[in-house]
């Protein structure tokens, strides 16, 4: 079984800057993607940032230069930096990892953080 454990969401005015952890255990094999995702109030579960095994990174434009995703192979642990915070980047940011076993993507989703941007 695997398990997402989510730290350092809260409250930022805007401008400021947050950074979020995520730590994985349990079963992991070695290629996977981690990533993070957010849902607003009333809005859609979205994309944030995502990275592969060998560190290749994705991010959607809203948020393209101002945050920075990053892995710890040897931890199994992402971050998410966030610079530049907006109000409309408030949400509940979730974890996310999808391992490949025998060829069928498998996602695993963290409990979630709040992240608040005041204007």
């Known amino acids: 079984q695997v398990q997402l454990v989510e730290s350092g969401g809260g409250l930022v005015q805007a401008g400021g800057s947050l950074r979020l952890s995520c730590a994985a255990s349990g079963s992991i094999v070695s290629v996977n993607v981690m990533g993070w995702y957010r849902q607003a109030p009333g809005k859609q579960r979205e994309m944030v940032a995502i990275?592969?095994?060998?560190?290749?990174?994705n991010y959607p434009d809203s948020v393209k230069g101002r945050f920075n995703i990053s892995r710890d192979n040897a931890r199994n642990t992402v971050y998410l930096q966030m610079n530049s915070l907006k109000p409309e980047d408030t949400a509940v940011y979730y974890c996310n990892l999808v391992v490949w076993i025998a060829g069928r993507p498998n996602t695993y989703w963290g409990q979630g953080t709040q992240v608040s941007v005041s204007s």
């Open positions: 990275i592969t095994s060998d560190g290749t990174t």
